[in-house]
């Protein structure tokens, strides 16, 4: 059950612009920020335990849901994918203080045989992930303070989503096809 309403919570949360979008135009008065903020909850609260790091944007999120519903500002909604960005950057850019980078730790799940020479290809990925999440968190403020509530679900609900889309096939794509090659 718990795997199920991690699925479903990770889905959600996925279609987050879509629903903010969908919420604030066809739902009556402050209902969205509560139905949010139950959606944050649930997630954290089936959250995997190698998973905790993720616990830090799902609480702020959390937080602005909450902070919309009482203080009856909805427009704070518009604010987690910001948060978002500014946690995985700060969890990306920290790694890079590390031996093992974040890309590295992740492309070691899938290829624990990795080579050593390919730490510091690695290292240059995860720094680029660093400059998308400043890129996507720049847009996400920028859209929340000065566009239009149609602009900011295609920017953080598709566009956001194909750059990292993008930049985590082609990685993966180069890494398998090319690197290993030579």
């Known amino acids: 059950m718990a795997t ?15 629903a903010v979008y969908l919420g604030l135009n066809y739902l009556p008065g ?7 903020a139950l959606l944050l909850l649930l997630r954290l609260l089936t959250q995997k335990r190698q998973l905790r790091t993720l616990a830090l944007p799902l609480l702020l999120g959390l937080m602005l849901a909450l902070g ?20 995985m950057l700060g969890l990306f850019g920290s790694s ?9 730790r992740l492309a070691r799940i899938a290829e624990p045989q ?3 020479s390919a730490r510091g290809y690695l290292r240059r990925v995860t720094l680029l992930w ?7 968190g720049t847009m996400a403020a920028y859209t929340a ?3 239009s509530l149609a602009t900011w679900t295609l920017y953080n609900g598709l566009i956001a989503y194909l750059l990292m889309g993008i930049l985590a096939g082609g990685e993966w794509l ?3 096809f090319w690197l290993t090659k030579s």
């Open 96 to 104: 890079l203080l590390q031996k093992t980078s974040m890309v590295e």
């Open 68 to 87: 919309s519903f009482i203080a009856r500002q909805q427009h704070w909604l518009l604010y987690y994918p910001v948060v978002m960005n500014l946690c």
């Open 145 to 147: 303070l000065y566009a």
């Open 4 to 18: 199920l309403a991690r699925a479903v919570t990770f889905i959600l949360l996925l279609g987050y612009p879509l």
């Open 114 to 116: 990795l080579p050593d």
């Open 174 to 176: 180069y890494r398998h």
């Open 30 to 36: 402050n209902v969205l920020a509560p139905l949010l």
């Open 130 to 136: 660093c400059v998308l999440f400043v890129i996507n």
